[in-house]
């Protein structure tokens, strides 16, 4: 008997958590469930980095401090932010805040009043400073 053909496996998407610490493992991880289309660069599958959070504060935009320079951000929550009607839809390959040499600042659209908002920051390859245990902490203004 002639057993079927073999149907190709689809491409798992890379690996991208493997330095990042459990708990941002799994943020990005949910992200990804809620937002299989997104596509990242592959380079951050080599690179560590950390998560945190805050609260929306309601201004234009919102200075999250880290104490280094990320190269890439993620906002994981609101996960389906900019679907609704007139705005934006966030793609975060395309759409990287403002980066400072100790953070980035989030824009309006990730800065809503008393809105939760978390976030996973890799950091690049060439930078000495190693990522605050555990995360980062709700981030200042």
Do not use: C
Not at 7 to 14: F, H, L
Not at 23 to 46: I, K, N, T, W, Y
Not at 117 to 126: A, C, L, N, Q, T
Request: charged share 20%; no cysteine.
């Amino acid at each position: 008997m002639r057993s079927p053909p073999s149907v190709p496996e689809p491409e798992a998407k890379p690996r991208l958590a493997g330095k990042l610490p459990p708990a941002a493992q799994d943020m990005l991880r949910s992200f990804r469930g809620a937002r299989p289309e997104v596509e990242f660069p592959p380079h951050l599958a080599l690179l560590g980095g950390t998560h945190g959070f805050y609260y929306g504060d309601g201004e234009a935009t919102h200075s999250v401090k880290i104490g280094w320079r990320p190269a890439f951000v993620l906002f994981t929550l609101p996960v389906f932010q900019g679907l609704l009607p007139g705005e934006p839809v966030y793609d975060p390959a395309a759409s990287q805040p403002p980066l400072t040499d100790d953070g980035f600042r989030a824009p309006a659209m990730f800065n809503r009043l008393g809105e939760l908002v978390m976030f996973v920051v890799w950091r690049s390859e060439g930078d000495a400073k190693a990522p605050k245990p555990g995360g980062a902490s709700e981030a200042t203004s």
